[in-house]
Each structure stands twice: as structure tokens, then as C-alpha cells.
């Protein structure tokens, strides 16, 4: 069986009088990529907030690995004290890139590493021009944020969180501020990833993406999950009238 | 008086307009952000009183400043002053005001820089600390050259205002040579004039160059 790396149980989420995620359960196994559907207010950006601890929870139990990370007590979430050996376990790829502009491409992925992590500099950097080079940005190593396209961009944000090895990737509509001229190349290195079993969970808007790609489909609606599955089901075959009409609206629009 | 007397007089006594500036930037640069920090402090009375202290430092002249930091531990306190108290004076009341003025604008500074940067460094594991000093405020100084060129240029010409309390810095001595019997008159504060403008288009040039170093990558 393969090893569980992320477990999200029963997570309960509000803004003031606003509840946005309702009672959610994901797992997510070794080597699975699972994308996350739905309309805008449905709750998916939280919820990859709330797993990447950028937003606590109010109850529920995030673990990655086993290791509960966050759990409910007296009806109050209550994280671990030590958040950062979590934060090792993860990656999260923003749809804004939020690359350092005032690094270099390839400050930008050593700094972490070296600084935080207090990995050796030698070994740090020929791992970054490897992943530079699957990236095929090896040529722009020195050049800084504000000289790359947007895809380009969002391809070293992509190699910045790769760098840091960790065990689940997260992408939060990597695609969504690219023009669709430069969605494509971010998205065939997220199915090179996926090729070598990397396991992620995508929140995207596209649906051919997410089709060819994913390993299980989550549609979310209201701070719930309507529907899950293998992507053929929930994207070809949905049981749910809810999916069947969020796909209509897409497929119109 | 000869013209010639009358520039090396005012020349020396711009060294003293030169320590004010100095000084006054050596300290309130840093001050302004430990100002602005306690502006962020979690504890309330500190952001009150800070909150207090940056109110009172712009809402009344720094000539009055000067006057209360100069007289009032003496007057009002009944504190003996060492006896360079009025040079320590005008340097105390420079750096306490342009310290919320810098405070302030750092502030302005680090407010414009997109929560997704906190965000990117929080995921990566940066701490709070590593978090401001290595991608905040890189980036804040960057923001922050242009008004501070402007401060900095209003401080050059506010160093005039040392005068009030009798220090004899470049002002306060053109004013006594302009009004001496057989003085160059007028012409004395057309070249204080020409002093300070030469000296503030040296800081313009600077600070331009200091924007332009900061060219090499966008926000």
C-alpha cells in the first residue's frame, strides 16, 4: 500500500459569519496526483491555504506523513508547536509565482535551501541547475524575475519548491494570471512531474489539464465535496447534477 | 570684511551645518525603523505611545522641538546640562523628528509589498526575522529612495534651524556677518544660498545613483 503523505479530516473553516470549508476529508497517497475543481468561492484556494498552514484551521486534523501537524481539542484547533518540520514536507506553487524579484533566478532557488535548511551550498547548486535545465531555463540562472515571461516565471517558482524536496507539491491555479499562450509549457513540466510520480494536488481551471493528468478529480461547491474520482468519471460521467452543471457553465463559457 | 573672509567664514561654519546633517541621518535612519517596528509592536501601549510620539514630532515646528530639548531639562526638570548640551540639543531634536518622518515612510514602504512575498517565504521555511531582513527589506529600500531624497534635501536647508537656539552653524553665521559693520551685506546670504543649493544637487546626484543601483530588478 502506498505510504499516506497528506490526511485533511474534517477541516472546518470560517471568515466571520462565512463558512467556507464545511466538514472536508482529503487524503492524498505517494505518487497520486489529485486535482481540485470548482467555481470561484467554492473553498479550493482555502483549503490549499489551510494545508500549507498560510490559514489556520478552525477544527480538524491536518497530518502529513502520520505526524498530526494540527488537531481539534475541546473543539478548537491546535497546531504543532514546531511548524517547521511540516513546512519541509511541502511545496506550494502560488498562481501569482511570488518569486523574490530582488534574487537572481538562481538565488531565488538557493536561498532557502542554504539559509533555512543549512544545506551545503555546493550540493544545493548542482541541484538547482539540474532542475533549471528540466525546466529549460538553464540559460536564465542569472537573470532576475522581472526579465522572464510569466511562464517562465512560474517555472522557477516550480524548480524553487522542487529544490526543497519535498514530499507533495501543491498548485494553486498555477496557470490562471498566464496568458493561454503560456500556459501550456508550465503545464507540460507539471506532467513531466506527474510522469515521475511526484505527488500533488492541483486546484486549476483547466479541465483538459485536469483530464489528462490527474489521478482522482475532487469537485468542490460551497465549502464541500459534491463529488471525487477517477477523472474520467467526474469529468466524462458525473452523478452529481451539481458537477454536471458547473461542467455546462465551463464548457459554455 | 573682504568676500574672501566672508566665504571662509561661511565655509567653516558649514562644517557644523555638515555634522548636523551627519549626524542627524547616522541616527534617525535606524531609529525610524526601530520606530517603526514599535508602530507594529504587539503590545499596546507601545503602539500608543509611538502612535503619541509620531503625532506630537509632526504636528508642531521642529523650532519649538529644538527650544523644549534645548531648555526644557534645565527649565523644566532642573537637570544641569554638560556644557555642550546646546550641539547635543539640535542633534537630539533632528534625529527624534526625522525618526517618525523615516518611520513613516518605511512604513509605506513595507505596506506596498504584496502579501505573496510573506507567503512565499513562510511556505519556504524562512523565519520571521530571516523573513524582513533578507525579502522585505531589500525590497523596501528600493521602494523607499525617492521620498527619502526628499527628506534628506529638506533636512540639508532645516539644519538652518540650529540657529534659534544660538548654534553657529552656517545660517547663524551668515546672518551675523550680513548685518557687521563693512560687511559684504546681502551678498552673504546669496552664497549661504548658493552653499546649500550646491551641496543639496551633490545629495540629488547621489541619491539618483543610489536609485539607479536598484535598477537591476523591477517590483
Known sequence: ?253 | MTFQTMIIQLATCFLTTLSIFSLTLLGAVPLGLAVYFGQKSRIPPIRWLIKIYISIMRGTPLMLQMMVVFYGPNLLLGISVPKNWRFLAVIIAFIINYAAYFAEIYRSGIESIPVGQYEAAEVLGYSKGKTFFKIILPQMVKRVIPPMTNEVITLVKDTSLASVIGTVEMFTKAKQIAVAPRSPGMVTFAMAGLFYYVFNYLVAFLMNRLEKAFDYYKI
Open chain 1, 1 to 253: 500500500m502506498a505510504e499516506n503523505i497528506l490526511s485533511l479530516n474534517n477541516i472546518r473553516k470560517s471568515f466571520g459569519t462565512l463558512d467556507v470549508l464545511k466538514d472536508i476529508s482529503i487524503s492524498v497517497d505517494q505518487g497520486e496526483v489529485v486535482s481540485i475543481i470548482g467555481s470561484s468561492g467554492s473553498g479550493k484556494s482555502t483549503l490549499l491555504r489551510c494545508a500549507t498552514f498560510l490559514e489556520t484551521i478552525d477544527s480538524g486534523e491536518i497530518l502529513y506523513l502520520g505526524q498530526k501537524a494540527a488537531e481539534t481539542k475541546n473543539g478548537k484547533a491546535e497546531y504543532a508547536r514546531d511548524l517547521k518540520q511540516f513546512r519541509s514536507c511541502f511545496g506550494l506553487v502560488f498562481q501569482n509565482f511570488n518569486l523574490f524579484p530582488h534574487y537572481s533566478v538562481m538565488k531565488n532557488l538557493m536561498d532557502a535551501p542554504v539559509s533555512v535548511m543549512k544545506r551545503s551550498p555546493a550540493e544545493v547548486r548542482e541541484e538547482a541547475v539540474r532542475l533549471l535545465k528540466k525546466m529549460g531555463l538553464e540559460s536564465k540562472a542569472n537573470a532576475y524575475p522581472c526579465q522572464l515571461s510569466g511562464g517562465q516565471q512560474q517555472r522557477v517558482a516550480i524548480a524553487r519548491a522542487l529544490v526543497m524536496n519535498p514530499k507533495i507539491l501543491f498548485f494553486d491555479e498555477p496557470t490562471s494570471a498566464l496568458d493561454p499562450e503560456l500556459t501550456g509549457e508550465v503545464l507540460k513540466v507539471i506532467k513531466e512531474l506527474a510522469e515521475e510520480k511526484m505527488t500533488m494536488v492541483i486546484v486549476t481551471h483547466e479541465m483538459a489539464f485536469a483530464r489528462a493528468v490527474s489521478d482522482r478529480v475532487i469537485f468542490m461547491d460551497g465549502g464541500v465535496i459534491v463529488e471525487q474520482g477517477h477523472p474520467e468519471m467526474v469529468l466524462g460521467n458525473p452523478s452529481e447534477e451539481r458537477t454536471r452543471q458547473f461542467l455546462r457553465n465551463y464548457q459554455r463559457g
